[in-house]
């Protein structure tokens, strides 16, 4: 197995599918201003997941393009996070998910920059710029929402706590990664981990949120590419043009 | 109520320049109106810089003050370098 | 100043600004034009934003996003615009939910295919843009600013669009007619965009006097159609009128006749799709309340916190 590949990938699909699930949003948003914040999320997302598509594709030498992995790759070769596919919800679920995406590889691309890989260094550094927006973003709003009205309150710790499930599987080490820590490429994930809560914890408390159970039985699957039954319908909506004229221009 | 108040954005565009009024938007808190405007007029790059200024707080010359106010200093031209005759030998000054 | 004296800064081409004095129908009409425009760019992200999630490229799906989310700022300029008027963006925004304010009618039309967001910026965006460009020198100060942003940000959907055609009219033959059918759909909307003839344009004239207004709707649309006949043909895309011919002593294209029957049933709510953007603007509104209330309860808690500090 590629393990390169496979890390890389796994990048990609995650800023890819978050950035389709934003994009579901736009126009949609619950005030002019924030659908516009939505947008530049989803814009830079979009953006983090052509970068590692076109490196995977090359790493991959198989002559692909960044839209083949992207566009003709099927639910079970798809390595994106279980969280990332969930759908938005309400604007509290949409916030939940965001900031525990973005506690997330805020933590992990402060790993990755350092990576002796150059060209996931450099992504790794561009994107920490953009995350570190995304995570004040999220975070504020979590805040916002959680020492807001009491109905906010509700809401977003339902959202927190219907989403925690899927956070287990974001610090699992599994073969790749550990062959990826080894060459000293990849991020090490306890570490990733204790950065994450740190975070949570903080952010939470400001909130007046309550952490959910440690006690969670975790949902995981994705490094096998088992997914939700979620995933399916967005990759039919995102892959239909592709795949209904094969080999054109767009 | 729930209604958002409007904010006043102003925007330095590069190092050494006036913030410069941009438009206006509404938000929250003066901490959203930043990110607010960071997000709707910076999207290509117009600005290093940012000011939100809540609209209430803006006060305004009467523009039917305006002969008043504007007019005395219309007829003060030896205000103005141009209204001097230096002689050419001299040079610039 | 009275109603002469404000005509004769108009007629000199002064700026109207927002604690200047104006008459009341001044303000009226530009509140109606403005907020009506502001409508249209919010109203107009959805049927794009339709396609953002089957774009078939990660570049088009960025570029779409950045597109609509223009659409989302232009609205917002505008609604500021409209504000220093001294109406509200909510008051605006009821307006246009009970259906007492009016967008434009191109956006109560299907987006079908994936052509369709190549005629969207092409057609829909070009016929906007010739109206905007009129608008940058309109007579009252915030909306002629509001508006040079706006074109000065547009220029690149329009050119978006007619690459999204070109590309489909170089590529399969199954792509090409795509094209040909998106084209088929949306010329004659587009041209109804321009509002009704001029001399079935009341507000015309009085708009033209205050230079709310700076062209008549048949001489914009007139300039729209003589741009985009030789686009159409450069592409080998035929244009569905029958009718339409060079007229070498106009020096302008001829054209057959609008379908008005049409025009005026899709204004009075029987278009394809008036319902539905009603309904997807209402719903994303209804369901913002809720935050809009807690980020304002959020932001007093603060207030009185940091009062209390101090």
Not at chain 3, 17 to 34: F, G, N, S, V
Not at chain 3, 131 to 144: D, E, I, M, W
Request: aromatic share 10%; net charge negative.
């Amino acid at each position: 197995m590629n393990h390169l590949f496979q890390y890389t990938i796994r990048l990609a699909d995650n800023a890819s599918i978050l950035g389709h699930r934003l994009g579901e949003l736009c126009g949609h948003g619950p005030i002019l201003e924030q659908d516009i914040a939505m947008t530049n999320v989803a814009l830079d997302l979009v953006g983090q997941a052509r970068s590692f598509y076109q490196y995977a594709a090359e790493v991959e030498g198989a002559n692909h393009t960044e839209d083949d992995l992207a566009y003709l790759r099927d639910n079970q070769d798809f390595r994106n996070l279980l969280l990332l596919e969930q759908p938005n919800g309400h604007f509290g679920d949409t916030i939940a998910r965001q900031f525990l995406y973005d506690a997330y590889s805020f933590a992990f691309y402060q790993g990755l920059r350092k990576s002796k890989d150059a060209t996931l260094a450099a992504i790794a550094e561009k994107a920490i710029k953009e995350v570190t927006y995304h995570l004040r973003w999220s975070s504020e709003w979590v805040v916002r929402l959680g020492d807001g009205t009491a109905e906010s309150h509700a809401k977003i710790q339902a959202g927190l706590n219907s989403l925690w499930r899927y956070t287990g599987e974001m610090f699992e080490m599994d073969e790749t990664d550990n062959q990826m820590l080894a060459q000293g490429i990849g991020v090490d994930l306890v570490l990733v981990k204790t950065a994450w809560l740190a975070k949570v914890n903080e952010v939470f408390a400001e909130a007046t949120l309550t952490l959910p159970s440690d006690k969670t039985w975790m949902q995981k699957g994705s490094k096998k590419g088992i997914h939700t039954e979620h995933l399916g319908y967005i990759l039919a909506e995102m892959q239909h043009l592709q795949r209904t004229y094969p080999g054109c221009e767009w | 109520m729930n209604n958002w108040p409007l904010w006043e954005i102003f925007i330095r565009s590069r190092q050494g320049l006036d913030h410069k009024h941009v438009g206006s938007l509404h938000a929250a808190d003066a901490q959203m109106a930043i990110e607010n405007a960071r997000d709707v007029y910076t999207r290509r790059m117009e600005g290093v810089s940012i000011w939100a200024v809540e609209s209430t707080n803006i006060h305004a010359s009467n523009p039917d003050e305006a002969d008043s106010l504007y007019e005395p200093s219309n007829d003060k031209p030896y205000r103005h370098p141009t209204f001097y005759d230096i002689p050419k030998e001299i040079g610039h000054m | 100043m009275t109603q002469a004296q404000f005509q004769a800064r108009i007629d000199a081409d002064i700026k109207i600004e927002p604690k200047d004095w104006m008459p009341e129908a001044y303000r009226k009409t530009l509140i109606r034009q403005i907020s009506q425009h502001a409508h249209s760019e919010i109203v107009g992200m959805l049927p794009e934003g339709n396609w953002i999630t089957r774009a078939p490229s990660l570049r088009r799906k960025a570029i779409l996003l950045a597109k609509i989310q223009d659409e989302a700022g232009h609205g917002l300029y505008l609604y500021s615009a409209a504000e220093t008027l001294g109406k509200t963006r909510e008051s605006m925004i009821d307006d246009l939910h009970t259906g007492k304010a009016k967008y434009s009618s191109i956006f109560n039309y299907p987006t079908l295919s994936w052509a369709d967001m190549g005629s969207v910026g092409w057609l829909v965006d070009g016929a906007a843009i010739m109206n905007q460009v009129a608008l940058c020198r309109t007579s009252y100060g915030p909306y002629a600013r509001a508006m040079v942003r706006i074109c000065k940000e547009e220029s690149f959907h329009q050119r978006q669009g007619y690459e999204v055609i070109m590309t489909l009219c170089r590529g399969t033959a199954a792509q090409k007619q795509m094209a040909q059918e998106s084209l088929n759909r949306w010329w004659w909307p587009a041209l109804m965009m321009f509002g009704p003839k001029d001399e079935d344009s009341p507000n015309t004239e009085q708009a033209m006097k205050w230079r709310i207004k700076r062209f008549t709707n048949d001489e914009l649309r007139q300039r729209f159609i003589d741009a985009t006949v030789p686009q159409a043909e450069f592409l080998g895309l035929t244009i569905p009128d029958p009718d339409l011919k060079w007229n070498e002593e106009r020096q302008h294209y001829d054209s057959g006749n609008i379908n008005w029957e049409e025009f005026y049933q899709v204004i009075a709510g029987n278009g394809p799709c008036n319902t539905a953007r009603l309904a997807a603007r209402q719903k994303a509104h209804d369901e913002g309340e809720w935050v809009r209330e807690a980020a304002m309860a959020y932001s007093k808690k603060q207030e009185q916190r940091n009062k209390q500090v101090a």
